[in-house]
């Protein structure tokens, strides 16, 4: 879209510098210095063409050369122009071209991002056509057409800019809406995995309590024990599971061991591959723990993604009772 905007632009400002040049030769009274008239002319091309289409590598600002010399051809066409003609023939049809083509140069700058120097070669512009035409010819003879060119050029592209900001802005507001969809939509469907794994553990405990009115057997009141901690441990610490970890609490439990799960977000950033190891070195811990009691706790710490600590029956306001302490590192040693 911006290329074939390009395009269309610089076919334009080609065909007006061209028409301007063709309306310059087209003298209906010859010059006392037809000379200085062509080099006018050839100045004029040689700028505005130069301004067109030189570029500027990674930019579509106008490089400055180009600008300096649309500068000095603002500056040096209305003189050249003017001292090829007598006074009396200064105001003819033919003899005030400069007037639209140094506006249209001025325009070609301002596109071009380069404004100051649009605005200087307007105000050399004005200078020059109110010096050798007078005030009132200058602004009746084009004058106004080429100030309002140039005013309605740097609207634009002042418009355009802020068209291009809001499209980026937009662009980015789409790409966080979607993203934001896309994690609600994997947190939906982590939801409906909790809730099916929580009716597969608690379903049948649930049944079995209704079905007896609550009247359980041993065996049953340990089901339901072990039911509660897994959806306890499903519920708190989720992130720290697989299959290996749940079977590994299980036994654990089985062995009468009270164990406690919390997941305070010390694996976020931790990316899969070191996930599934820092989990599977957590069932190997377990699996070997001798204790009473074990607490797994994943902090938000800079080092330790998972510590597992291990008290006796009597420890559990004595530090010295401790007797089992692992630490598991986010990234691997």
């Not at 000379?35 to 040689?46: F, K, P, R």
């Not at 505005?48 to 030189?54: E, K, P, R, V, Y």
């Not at 359980?216 to 499903?234: C, H, Q």
Request: with cysteine.
């Amino acid at each position: 879209m911006r290329r074939t905007v390009r395009s269309m632009t610089t076919a334009l400002a080609l065909g007006f510098a061209l028409y301007f040049a063709a309306r310059a030769i087209w003298w209906v009274q010859q010059p006392t210095a037809p000379l200085l008239m062509v080099a006018g002319i050839l100045l004029y091309l040689a700028a505005t063409l130069t301004a067109i289409l030189s570029s500027q590598a990674g930019t579509s600002r106008m490089p400055l050369g180009a600008a300096i010399l649309a500068l000095i051809a603002a500056a040096g066409v209305p003189t050249v122009v003017s001292l090829a003609l007598p006074p009396e023939m200064r105001t003819a049809p033919f003899a005030t071209w400069y007037i639209g083509a140094i506006g249209l140069l001025a325009v070609v700058c301002i596109v071009r991002r380069s404004p100051l120097f649009g605005w200087m070669i307007l105000a050399v512009l004005v200078v020059s056509a109110c010096a050798y035409m007078g005030f009132e010819n200058a602004f009746t003879l084009g004058l106004v057409g080429s100030l309002t060119w140039v005013v309605i050029a740097q609207l634009l592209v002042l418009f355009w800019d802020r068209a291009v900001r809001d499209t980026e802005r937009l662009a980015d507001v789409q790409q966080a809406a979607s993203a934001w969809h896309s994690t609600q939509v994997v947190r939906q469907k982590e939801r409906r995995v909790r809730a099916q794994r929580a009716l597969v553990i608690a379903g049948p405990v649930l049944s079995r309590t209704v079905a007896s009115h609550g009247e359980l057997t041993d065996e049953e009141r340990l089901a339901a024990r072990l039911a509660e901690g897994t959806l306890r441990d499903e519920l708190r610490g989720a992130g720290l599971l697989n299959d290996a970890v749940r079977r590994a609490i299980a036994d654990a439990r089985m062995r009468g061991t009270v164990v406690t799960v919390f997941d305070e977000g010390g694996l976020e950033g931790i990316d899969e591959a070191r996930l599934a190891e820092i989990r599977d070195e957590l069932a190997e811990v377990l699996q070997a723990a001798r204790t009473n009691r074990l607490i797994i706790r994943a902090g938000r710490d800079e080092q330790i993604a998972v510590t597992v600590v291990g008290r006796d029956a009597g420890g559990a306001h004595d530090d010295d009772a401790v007797d089992l302490w692992h630490e598991i590192r986010r990234t691997a040693s």
